[in-house]
């Protein structure tokens, strides 16, 4: 993107290096509530157990107390340097979508298709990591790729609203950080496998897509009340 962007000399203050409070908490909290809602579902209809009492002993055996006091040391960790850690990860690829392609593509098209397009383009750049190596959820490669496709172009749409949004490409980091931190690190290793788990938890499972697909539809229906121009909308949302 930044190569990109010097060959047609697009300033590099067009990636948005804006902050924006608001979104930069949207951020931080949208992936651990849609998690929830996916996780929470899974757990209630017994499609997988919580807590996972394996987990608990390896983070008692790390951090010493009661299993729900190294949890919580855990979590503390994970929400504070291990989330900084995963939001600079994230945003080397952020700089990429969401700082070059999605305020390119809004140049041309309306908010539905800048997310749409992006968010397939975002999902099949995973594919040789899925198919090649170990980024899979241990199941039927043609389930993990669809469960994976799904989701991400479902969260694509609201990635691309705090980009175009904000102004800048800081809100799509963190939340690029909070949901690989949370899902990753916190709601999968929580979770206890009871017999089909793997098909319904993490990025690979049935669970997250479902909730990411209303995801979509919730920032569709914000983006339209917001009053956000339909197409050529590349700056904030008042």
């Known amino acids: 993107a930044l190569l990109a962007s010097l060959a047609t000399r697009r300033p590099l203050s067009a990636v948005g290096w804006r902050f924006d409070g608001r979104w ?19 757990w209630a209809l017994g499609l997988g157990g919580v807590p996972n009492h394996e987990f608990l002993a390896r983070l008692q055996t790390r951090f010493g107390g009661t299993p729900g006091g190294a949890f919580v040391k855990y979590l503390g960790i994970q929400s504070t340097v291990g989330l900084l850690i995963s939001c600079v990860a994230g945003l080397g690829e952020e700089i990429g979508w969401r700082g070059f392609l999605v305020p390119e593509l809004s140049r041309r098209c309306s908010f539905a298709t800048t997310s749409l397009v992006s968010g397939v383009i975002w999902s099949v750049w995973h594919y040789p ?110």
């Open 24 to 42: 930069i908490l949207v951020g931080v909290f949208a992936p651990i509530a849609y998690a929830a809602v996916a996780y929470g579902a899974v």
């Open 129 to 238: 990591l899925l198919l090649f190596a170990d980024y899979n959820g241990g199941t039927p490669a043609a389930w993990s790729l669809a469960c994976f496709t799904v989701m991400v172009i479902g969260i694509s749409f609201l990635f691309a609203a705090s980009r175009l949004a904000s102004g800048g490409v800081w809100p799509a980091a963190i939340l690029h950080g909070s949901h690989n931190l949370f899902i990753q690190g916190v709601f999968d290793p929580i979770t206890a496998d009871t017999g089909r788990t793997k098909w319904w938890i993490g990025e690979f499972g049935a669970a997250l897509p479902l909730v990411a697909l209303v995801v979509a539809a919730l920032t569709i229906a914000w983006w339209r009340r917001a009053g956000a121009e339909d197409a050529g909308s590349t700056g904030a949302v008042a």
